[in-house]
């Protein structure tokens, strides 16, 4: 008899048990159930490693194919290889193309001779989209030159498009990383001249992360620059600020340079509309953040000066 | 090679399927060599054959073409030129099939001529040890280069059609260093296929070997520098005994539309690769001379 009651007694306890659980799991913030996107089930929060990776892989698809492997010599942290998409920043609003140094020579001299012989059989060049590879270039091994970006070439543009792919799979995975969003969207507008489809999926990137301000701004400079809504990019900026003074609030290291971005505009917006009060408003809170102090302070004693036009 | 002195090698033979001697006079050392040569080319034409019978590469071929072809359809931002990532899934697919051919090909050839005893009546036709496993090898390696034609046909048309740029010398040279690898995985499989009892093992052991160089073989120098003597001479060591397979990756010259490889540099590459698969070769051969068939 014993065994049957140890069993019976075990069914009993299995049942108490679940039916405990359940409800708790039910309402378990942790729970995968809940959510309706497929790869959220399947990957959890796995997802974002390979989202991190389909992000790299756009890097890589920048440099075309000549990006450093986990062996090679590292910078000293993870984020400017990366951030190389943009240019080692956050995507510049006025659409510079910054030059820098994100990939130094990573390769160095040839160790050997099957090192020396195996660069003929993958890109040693640092070269970003749009630059042609010249052909004695790619087995030289000796890194480091930038070749003339020649925007007015038709491959140019296009090679841009090429990154996209992995910008898209990567936003799919995971979608509260809103600088996937904001580097599609500075390609897609600044290169490929599509601010429509940059637009949407700021948007799309919006809905994901509510009130991000670095969004927001980006979303107001396609008002400004390709809508010509200004009052429209305005209302964005604005309301940009104000989230990005509430996200500063509490956060021990603060984003200095989304916060100079959006006062600098938003400046130079009240600026050229006549309202210098306002202008100044912005530019003196911008002069107690931004690094070049001077010029700023410059801008506000020339501003000062001027009569005021605007209320 | 005249039949008659591979006689001692046939130790594992039993008696009454020792080969015949040849009735004719012995030929010449010209005429042995032709005769080792299209008794090899008649093995691998069966090897061929065998191939073409068996739904491993048409399996293999649709289901890369329809990835590549779905992967194809998504639209992007509306760009309908972007082609670089669909090129790099369909290589990748290229590749993962053509090892998959080449290698469980191979793996099975030694093992099921043995399991069907058909390996006696070969070697009694008379065809030596050697020139089976060389038909073995030419008809594996033949079988795996259409295979690939196909493969880089389907490649060059759905990236022509992408970029509207038939860069045919890139795909060339992409497509004979990815074949001169090939080579050396299959003699080496056929060495281990020699080896190894089944051609389940075989196939996970080369499997594993040939994604570990593929992956590590062109960082190992860089491990082997970080560490203390005398490990360090010993990885550097398997470092330059190791074929580099990756040398002949160059998928990532061909994704991102880089100029071809200078002509004597391929040729050095596919020198390279003739070497090792001669040293696998010979390998094999010796193991074989000395195992029993029975």
Redesign the interface.
Known sequence: MTPQLILGAGLVSAIALSAALEPWHQSWAGSRTGSANILQVALGDARKLFAKQFFVQADVYLHAGFYPSMFDNKTDDESPRVSALNGGSPPASDGEHQEHDDLPDFLGKPKDWIDAFGRSFFPTKHLHVGDKPAAEEHHEGDGHDHAEDDPSAEGDNGAAREILPWLRVSATLDPEQPQTYLVAAYWLRKQLNKPEEAERFLREGLQSNPGHEEILFELGAIAAEHRHDLERARNLWELALKNWHAHQAGQPETNLLSGAQILGRLAKLEEQQGRRDRALVHLRELVTISPSKAAIQQWITELEAKPSAGK | MNPTQALPSFNGLPGNIAPLPVASAPPAQAQGVFDALRNAQAIAGVVILELYRRKDFYVLFVLTALVTLVLGS?N????A?????LKEVCLFLIWVSSLVIAITTTARQIPAERESRTLFPLLAKPVTRNQLLLGKFLGCWEAVGVALLVFYIFFGVISGTREHAWPLANYFQAAT?HWGMLGIVVAMTLAGSVVFAAPSSTNTIVFVVTAGILLLG??L???A?QMNEPLQTVVYAV??ALP?L?????R??I????????WL?WC??LGYALVYATIFLALACLLFRRKAVN
Do not use: M, S
């Open positions: 998504v992007f931002f509306g760009e030129k972007v082609a670089r990532y260093l062109r960082h120098n860089k491990v520098l470092y330059f580099h990756e040398l002949f990756d160059v990532d010259l994704i991102h539309n880089w100029p071809p490889i200078p540099i050095g590459a």
